[in-house]
């Protein structure tokens, strides 16, 4: 077997591999890998407080009444005891808007660790359980935790602490896989000790099944957790967000497409497609969960850490941890990788139609999380670098701008749907082009996606394999959707990212599919 290790892509290699490489390739050599997985089983326990428990906190202007924590000020929980030492805590809550929390773990209930601020993992409206998700706190194998939240207004029903062992569960067996794997990727699902059980329901089914939309935006995230982590941790890290989301959060699955640590190693996130040489890694256009009606169409790279200002690191110390040199390399990497598949600007930006019919205006080709929702992710300090990260990436990548389009629809905050069923798109320039229309529907009921138009049997872009010198085309008797007109050109110098235009279908004469309200996850 390959060592996962001597899988590294050197930035002369990267620029060299750009400069060669023709339309349809990725960036990068993939291989075929034989991969003997040991699974990795990730302790879980669920501590639940309601009223009763309540009443045994400390309150400060709150009151434990009707059920519910109510009032305006601070309450501070009991002791909360885990079955088995924690590496990570997870805390969720049911309760109205307005309350913030903090936590603090402990080996023996007297040494306490500092006060810990929660970020959010996920708010009520992207889970089944219509619940607030805090994103996960590291312990060093700690025993208790203690949270404390400050209410200014509502009531809180319920507060659970998730505990998890990401390190020391047992080990599964699984038999022997074929993947296939692209250099920019260290540890695929099979290296970090997956357990692929947490993607299936009783029934053998796909909790969240698969589907694929044409990556158009790369969003960057942290998770939010510990910076100290070992080599040797590392995977325990990913290991502990995958059950997380997938079990605890009941996503199905982890909810980024790539992981990063600080040593600048690569780790699969999302599963994708299963080939007939081999399973996909890190494979193009998987739709993911890691923003919101934002996913379908963005792929997520997540930094395992946290990169906020004042990050607190010992004794009420306080210090900026910024993201290691080896860690941006990688990220720089796999998003040149993502841009070359897509061929997507990295300098370039656009309004963003989202699976649920609404638009982010002049959204950035490469963002931050915070570009999506309102969210401090990826944390300031990552942030402030998004200028130079994509200045790196356009480096590497060096082609043409895209063709410019002379007509047709495109869409945006404020422009009205459309109500026809016909599309007409024209374009100018000298060179050849080659283009596609991409669409899609989703209910506002369910996850899956209704494949429209411009997708091949394994859900690819279908870019045709010829160039023309055609520069309109039309389209008619289209159903209601999301559609995107994706074109390229090229010329004697070589070819160009892509330019597109999207716009929302929603001809009422139809019958067809209305936009969704609302999507989860």
Known sequence: MTDPFTLRISRRHLMTTAASIGAGLALGVSATHARQGRAVEVLTHDEVQQAPAFERGRHSGTTAQNAKLEGSGLFESEVIES??????????????????????????????????????????????????????????????????????????????????NAEDGPTLDAAETSVQQPSVIDFAREDWGCDERLRFDRRGREIWPRMYVPVKKLVIHHTAGRNDYTEAQAAAEVRAVYTYHAQTLAWGDIGYNVLIDRFGRSYEGRYSRNLSGGREVFGPDVVAGHASAHNYGSCGFALLGEFEPGYQVANDTMADIAPPEAMIDRLVDLLAYRATERFIDPAATSHFLLSNGTWNDILPNVCGHRDCLQTACPGQLVYNMLGNIRSQVASRLGWQSGPAFTSGPDGGPGIPNLTTNQLSYSWSGPGEYRFFLEGWSKTSTSEAVTYLKGFTSDRRPAWPDSWTTNAEVSYSNLANGHYTMHLQRRDGTGTSYEASRTVLINAQSSGGNKPPKRTNR
């Open 83 to 164: 079955p088995f030492p924690f590496t990570h805590v997870g805390l969720h809550w049911r309760g109205s808007a307005g309350s913030s929390f903090e936590l603090r773990t402990s080996a023996d209930g007297v040494a306490w660790s500092n006060w810990q601020a929660l970020h959010i993992e996920a708010s009520p409206d992207e889970t089944p359980a219509g619940e607030t998700y805090a994103s996960l706190s590291s312990a060093p194998r700690h025993r208790f935790v203690q949270y404390r939240s400050s209410l200014s207004r509502g009531s809180i029903e319920k507060v659970t602490s998730t505990f998890l």
